[in-house]
């Protein structure tokens, strides 16, 4: 959690937030509260699934799922689909940024879990890849002043999801190099 804090102190600091003055306050603390449980559920989760590891609240596998849903929910709830002229050339914009972020947020992640035995190196994968991915999704909601719903779903929200997929995707292959 303190590297996700890290990374969104920085890319909020570094790139400006406008995107948080753009938001309503209800906006804002309904977006920051579902990062905050988010995080907060991946973290805990994470933690569970390395060894000895302890019991789960909520299986580990449906963990990220729940996560994606209430951030995708959050989002489609707060704003409004609203016609954008160049959605893909401002999309790819923040999906370059948020992609830099994920990055950097991803980076002691992979330290820590290359440390650590895990029990599902696909699970955790997508676990620690959502919580690299979350990071750079938060940075751009507090960044980005488009207000627009297709916008911050695809190119901002689709960090996050991208984030779990190549997480479980490099979790899986490692476990398969394993045995």
């Known amino acids: 959690m303190a590297a996700f804090a890290a990374v969104v102190w920085a890319g909020a600091y570094g790139l400006g937030a406008n995107g948080l003055r753009a938001m ?54 707060w704003y409004e689909f609203k016609p954008q002229p160049e959605f893909w050339a401002r999309g790819l914009v923040c999906a370059r940024a948020g992609v830099s972020f994920a990055l950097l947020a991803a980076l002691p992640l992979w330290l820590l879990l290359r440390r650590g035995v895990l029990l599902s190196g696909c699970t955790a994968g997508a676990v620690a890849g959502l919580m690299a991915g979350l990071a750079g999704t938060i940075v751009l909601e507090l960044h980005c002043a488009i207000p627009d719903a ?29 045995r």
């Open 24 to 77: 309503s306050t209800e906006q804002a603390a309904a977006v920051l509260s579902a990062a905050a449980v988010s995080m907060a559920a991946l973290s805990d989760s994470l933690a569970r699934q390395m060894a000895p590891g302890d019991r789960h609240w909520i299986r580990p596998q449906f963990v990220p799922v729940a996560v994606i849903t209430l951030i995708l929910a959050v989002l489609a709830g």
């Open 150 to 178: 297709a916008h911050i779903l695809a190119w901002h929200a689709g960090i996050a999801v991208f984030g779990a997929l190549i997480g479980a995707g490099i979790g899986f292959v490692a476990e398969r190099a394993a």
